[in-house]
């Protein structure tokens, strides 16, 4: 029985392979549906001889009970989007600029989720999602039944690849059909559906889903002892990975434009969705010479295709109140569909926005999802207008309490002065709740709203009051026992909250996620904080005087609300790494190169965070320090170029105290 488990398991990875990589079937479906329940019936009745590799895994069954979080070994970084031609040139110069001569790789930018995965000694061990870029949700379970990602590998090494996890167009209307005849909710496009699939807790479901998946990046070549992007590509291909054949290496940014306008005329046809094209720097040195920003590497970009534009009328437009009282005109829209989602809604942004387009009510516009995401009205079509169009008229006191708006200085915005606005306190509750606050799972926006309306919800304290109205929540329309403790439970979690989220969620002005963190990095506990000055606060890197203003008012004002905080069992201390003082370290901008003995970068750059100094990723006339190792980079001579501080070895681990 092992040789025909085996045997079927050869035949099977082979026709996998040659269908879902090579685009080229070697066997008829009917074969591959009978070798399949072969191979299933035999690792039933012996157990024993199923491995994890077996391509029966692509079959689905297992079920979890929710998303376990993985951290990336790198982070899964973005690219910067440009929109035309002007910014693909202003690419290629920038690099230019640098006395730099690279070829560029440009390839499709697929339309799905992103997804990271590992193998140990060839064998898959993780699949996740790209998350916050930095932790992803672990969908391991799902990507094994993705018939293009291999189980083991040709080779038994250990690697981390990137792709994209896409539904073809085929697959998507075949499956809307099924929902069709069942009665289902359709699905909308092909990236919604394989986000959706990709991220089911029954691995069936997303079996059922036939997704697909191509892989475009190797976080570390050098290891591999390659020297561009494209031999990484072909390096993946050759280890069994679906790597996609509409990959080209170009040499300038005539040679760019022509494959962006060649795949522009072939995306119609092409069986699955893309919204773009990648151009990244081939060369892996120049890579490095160019480094990252805080948010993207310098060496890529993502050319975003024109948005689909639709028209529809534009029936209204009313006005909305923020949580710090901005007012924003809203268009309402006859429901159209945009790029595959329905669209009925669109901001306007402000008065001056709607005055510089000419809208009128009744109007025909034109809109785009921006970035293929966010839906915009771009112009109104005046040719169509039948004399019944009204003038937009802007309002002159708040929509919700009727007190009188104010401009503030220097600002195009309106705003609500009314601190008790109710608009403004949802909105405050809603931002409180949000997940890069304080992380209240179960709480969506209208259900905020509706707690508000109901006398539930009236302050950010009452969310940890609402235990004593479980009984009277079990009643209301959408709620059940569930959904309710669910709720509670999540709300209870969140008092164990480090002390940063609790600051981006108070909404002190102008204070978003990472100068909270830096305040409570800084300082700690809340305690300290609040008694900060604004000579204190503006000797902190990145807090002006404007925001030190805004702190210190804040606290000032609020002095209840912090003590309520506490004794409602909120935590209120930093528990993340501790910021220390190092005169060495502090305030300081580092770059490191090369390999240090007995450290990984990780643990250096994690130290000097931790004393409050920065780490980037390429040398220039801001750095203050490079830490160069063995085998240094090309950072090592331009450090020496620029007359710029060097900690050898010896010298980092002195400061390091080792």
Known sequence: MKERVEELTRILEEANYNYYVLDNPTITDQEY?????????????????????????????????????????????????????DEIE???????????????????????????????????????????????EDITHNVKTIKAVPLHLKKD??????????????????????????????LQNC?????????????????????????????????????????????????????????????????IIKYIDDLAKERPNLPYDIDGVVIKVNELDIQEKLGFTSKYPRWAIAYKF???????????????VGRTGQITPNAVLEPVIVMGSMIKRATLHNEEYVRELGLKIGDIVAIHKAGDVIPEVIRPLEER?????????????????????????????????????????INSLIHFASRNAMNIDGLGDEIIENLYNEGYLKTILDFYYLYEHKEDLKELEGFGEKSVNKILESIDNSKQNSLERLLFGLGISGIG?????????????????????????????DIGNILAQNIV??????????????????????????????????????????????????????????????????????????????????????????????????????????
């Open 513 to 541: 996620e990472k100068n909270a963190k830096l305040l409570a990095r800084t300082y700690e506990n809340i305690d300290k904080l609040k008694y900060a000055t604004c000579e204190e606060l503006t000797n902190i890197k």
């Open 385 to 425: 207008r039948t004399g019944l169009e009204k003038d937009f008229v802007m309002i002159d006191t708040c929509p919700i309490c009727g007190e009188r708006l104010i401009k503030k200085d220097k600002l195009i915005d309106y705003f609500c002065p009314n601190e008790h606005c109710p608009a403004r306190k």
């Open 90 to 136: 202003n690419f290629v110069n920038k690099i230019s600029e640098e006395h730099l001569n690279p070829s560029y790789v440009c390839e499709q930018k697929f339309d799905g989720l992103s997804v990271s995965l590992v193998y140990k000694n060839g064998i898959l061990i993780s699949g996740a999602t790209r998350g916050d870029g930095v932790v992803g």
């Open 306 to 320: 024109p948005s689909e534009e639709v028209y529809t009328k534009l029936k209204d437009i009313i006005f909305t």
């Open 191 to 255: 990236r919604n559906a394989a986000a959706g699939s990709a991220r089911q807790l029954d691995s069936k479901v997303a079996a059922q889903r036939n997704l697909d998946n191509f892989i475009y990046h190797l976080p570390n070549p050098e290891d591999y002892g390659l020297k561009t992007h494209y031999e990484a590509l072909e390096f993946m291909k050759s280890l069994g990975f679906k790597v996609s054949s509409k990959c080209a290496l170009v040499k300038t940014k005539e040679e």
């Open 553 to 658: 008012d804040f606290f000032q004002n609020n002095k209840q609300l912090i003590e309520d905080i506490k004794n409602i069992g909120i935590n209120t201390n930093y528990i993340g790494e501790k910021s220390s003082f190092n005169e060495y370290i502090t305030g300081k901008k580092f770059v490191i190169t090369g390999t240090i003995e007995g450290l990984s970068r990780d643990e250096i750059k994690s130290f000097i965070e931790k004393n409050n100094g920065t780490v980037s990723e390429s040398v220039s006339k801001n750095t203050d320090i490079v830490i160069v190792g063995a085998n240094p980079g090309s950072k090592y001579q331009k450090a020496l170029d620029l007359n710029i501080m060097i900690y050898d070895e010896q010298k980092l681990k002195e400061v390091m105290k080792m």
């Open 157 to 186: 090494i250990d690697i981390e690849v990137r792709g994209e996890i896409i539904m073809s167009k085929a697959t998507l209307e075949k499956l809307n059909k099924q929902r069709s005849e069942q009665g289902l909710p359709l």
């Open 33 to 85: 549906d009978k070798y399949m329940r072969e191979l299933i019936d035999l690792e039933e009745k012996y157990p024993e001889l199923k491995k994890t590799t077996s391509p029966t895994m692509h079959v689905g069954g297992e079920v979890i009970d929710k998303f376990n979080k993985i951290t990336h070994q790198k982070p899964m970084l973005s690219l910067p989007d440009v929109f035309n031609e």
